[in-house]
């Protein structure tokens, strides 16, 4: 009911056709709709971090060879610089978040009927996606290791050589770096739903 209220509040209401408004708000969200996005976005993230860690020792599975002993210390505070990438970057996971949700609910390559389940349009294209994805950010991260892009791309994530605080360790690269990896994910999912024809919501 709370939330209700919020919502009416502040003229919150889904789009009733596919009209695009645009990369960085698809929706046309308010202003005030657009932060909540963010806020629940990062708020995910650091409820699941901890999630993971429990699930991690519940299944026991041992530390990686180069924890125990760490072999080296690693980024062990974060800096000025480390927390206004993380929240530049919660920003753009939140634009690319809204346009994969825009996709998935208009898109006519996206499949959203149970009726329409398939194979080819689950399992092969859901594998489809992580191997083109895989491939694109192998070519992506070459070029983020040539020295002509390296110190403005790429150098800031190697500061951190042992991560340990989960999604802040790993969300701690350049808004570049940022961009040019969900870059891959999207051109992945658009090759894959215009190829195999569809793709399922699921």
Not at 53 to 81: A, D, H, N, W, Y
Not at 178 to 187: E, M, N, T
Request: charged fraction near 15%; aromatic fraction near 12%; include cysteine.
């Amino acid at each position: 009911m709370a939330l209700n209220n919020i919502l009416e509040s502040i003229n919150f209401t889904l789009p009733e056709d596919d009209t695009h408004n645009g990369i960085l708000n698809p929706f046309n969200l308010s202003p005030q709709i657009w932060m909540l996005v963010v806020v629940i976005k990062a708020l995910g993230e650091v409820i699941l971090d901890p999630l993971i860690l429990f699930v991690v020792q519940l299944l026991r599975i041992p530390k990686m060879p180069s924890r125990t002993p760490p072999i080296m210390k690693g980024l062990q505070t974060l800096e000025t610089k480390d927390y206004l990438f993380l929240l530049v970057n919660q920003g753009i996971e939140a634009i690319f978040v809204m346009n994969w949700s825009h996709m998935m609910l208009f898109d006519a390559n996206v499949q959203r009927s149970t009726l329409n389940f398939t194979i080819s349009n689950t399992i092969v294209a859901f594998y489809t996606i992580f191997l083109l994805d895989d491939f694109l950010y192998y070519f992506a991260h070459r070029i983020m290791h040539m020295p002509l892009f390296y110190p403005w791309c790429h150098k800031h994530h190697h500061r951190q050589s042992m991560p340990r605080r989960g999604y802040f360790d790993a969300a701690n690269e350049s808004p570049l770096e940022q961009v040019l990896g969900l870059l891959c994910v999207w051109v992945s999912m658009y090759v894959v739903k215009q190829t195999i024809g569809e793709v399922h919501v699921a």
